[in-house]
Nanobody
Framework: QVQLVESGGGSVQAGGSLRLSCAPS????????MGWFRRTPGKEREFVAA????????TYADSVKGRFTISRDIAKNTVYLQMNSLKPEDTAVYYC?????????????WGQGTQVTVSS
């Protein structure tokens, strides 16, 4: 069974930075695409960023472009989300996800989430 384990969440003041990490545990696993999503109470899950494992191609939600950076460490099989210039509206539970190219995110693997709180 593959599990994705996130780390790096916490509390920070507006304008600050945090870096989230995500790595699979359990059996050896390699996905085609890994990504980050977030959810706040009462809202739908929101796409944040994604990265193709093989070529490192990235996509971002408009709300985080220029502030967040998704990257990977192939040797560590880990994906990161560097979050700079954080805003109170970035407060959410952040989830790491992984999927194969021919699958949807919903049918992929998900972490349990890590809380990010940005105070004004």
């Amino acid at each position: 069974q593959v599990q994705l384990v996130e780390s790096g969440g916490g509390s920070v003041q507006a304008g600050g930075s945090l870096r989230l990490s995500c790595a699979p545990s359990g059996r050896t696993f390699q996905s085609d695409t890994m990504g980050w999503f977030r959810r706040t109470p009462g809202k739908e899950r929101e796409f944040v960023a994604a990265l193709t494992w093989r070529f490192g191609q990235t996509t971002y939600a408009d709300s985080v472009k220029g502030r967040f950076t998704i990257s990977r460490d192939i040797a560590k099989n880990t994906v990161y989300l560097q979050m700079n210039s954080l805003k109170p509206e970035d407060t959410a539970v952040y989830y790491c996800a992984a999927k194969q190219d021919d699958k949807s995110w919903n049918s992929g693997y998900w972490g349990q989430g890590t809380q990010v709180t940005v105070s004004s």
